[in-house]
């Protein structure tokens, strides 16, 4: 018999929701970040900063280190704002933001544009 069969299904369906849980936090937030870096400025740079060094490794090294440090600042802000702001209201304020920044950078590119005009 294994470990399984000896728990109750209460202690059985609660292992199986925190794994779930982690699961689709882990794949959610791989995806996003994944996708939301694909091509973006950081990228380009790197791929330029590996091509000059000639050193790939060291590149991918520190590249990787200061993705992983951004994201730990991201983390731990969110954490502490999670414990000021309700998760709808923090949501709201987010769209809120994204939406005004798209505005700003959609301005400064059709002044640009008329610029060359």
């Not at 969110?78 to 301005?107: C, D, H, Y």
Request: no cysteine.
């Amino acid at each position: 018999m294994n470990e399984t069969e000896h728990e109750p299904e209460s202690l059985q369906e609660s292992k199986e929701t925190i794994n779930d849980g982690f699961l689709t936090v882990f794949l959610t937030t791989f995806t996003t970040v994944f996708i939301a870096e694909i091509g973006d400025k950081t990228q380009l740079a790197t791929l330029l900063l590996s091509a000059q060094s000639g050193r790939p490794l060291i590149v991918f090294l520190g590249a990787a280190l200061a993705l992983i440090s951004a994201s730990l600042v991201g983390v731990l802000v969110g954490r502490w704002l999670s414990t000021v702001v309700s998760p709808e209201k923090f949501q709201q304020i987010s769209g809120l933001l994204f939406i005004v920044l798209g505005v700003w950078l959609a301005t400064q590119a059709f002044e640009s544009m008329l610029g060359t005009i």
